[in-house]
Nanobody, 124 residues
Framework: QVQVVESGGGLVQPGGSLRLSCQAS????????MGWFRQAPGKEREGVSC????????YYADSVKGRFTISRDNAKNTVYLQMNSLQHEDTAMYYC?????????????????WGQGTKVTVSS
């Protein structure tokens, strides 16, 4: 049974940092391109970042470029999202999923492997 689990979310003040993790079981992540996505209340889900199999190619949404860093450790079957200089606008539920990886950061269909999400709240 495939399970994808995100963790690391929480409440943080503006300017703070969080590191999200996405760990898979029943699924060898190094066979997959992975992406991070987020959905703020009342908004559609959007692409945040993605990373190719080897980690050599990454893409970021303009809104997070220079602040967020995606990485992966295939030995640990885990993908990370380091989020720095967090802003109120980053408040959302964050999801990881198997996905295509390009600058367009298209949200993959529901039948891809998705986690249940981890909540990030940026508030003073």
């Amino acid at each position: 049974q495939v399970q994808v689990v995100e963790s690391g979310g929480g409440l943080v003040q503006p300017g703070g940092s969080l590191r999200l993790s996405c760990q898979a079981s029943g699924l060898q992540l190094d066979n997959y391109v992975m992406g991070w996505f987020r959905q703020a209340p009342g908004k559609e889900r959007e692409g945040v970042s993605c990373i190719t199999w080897t980690g050599k190619t990454t893409y970021y949404a303009d809104s997070v470029k220079g602040r967020f860093t995606i990485s992966r450790d295939n030995a640990k079957n885990t993908v990370y999202l380091q989020m720095n200089s967090l802003q109120h606008e980053d408040t959302a539920m964050y999801y990881c999923a198997t996905s295509p990886c390009s600058q367009s950061l298209v949200v993959p269909p529901k039948y891809n492997y998705w986690g249940q999400g981890t909540k990030v709240t940026v508030s003073s």
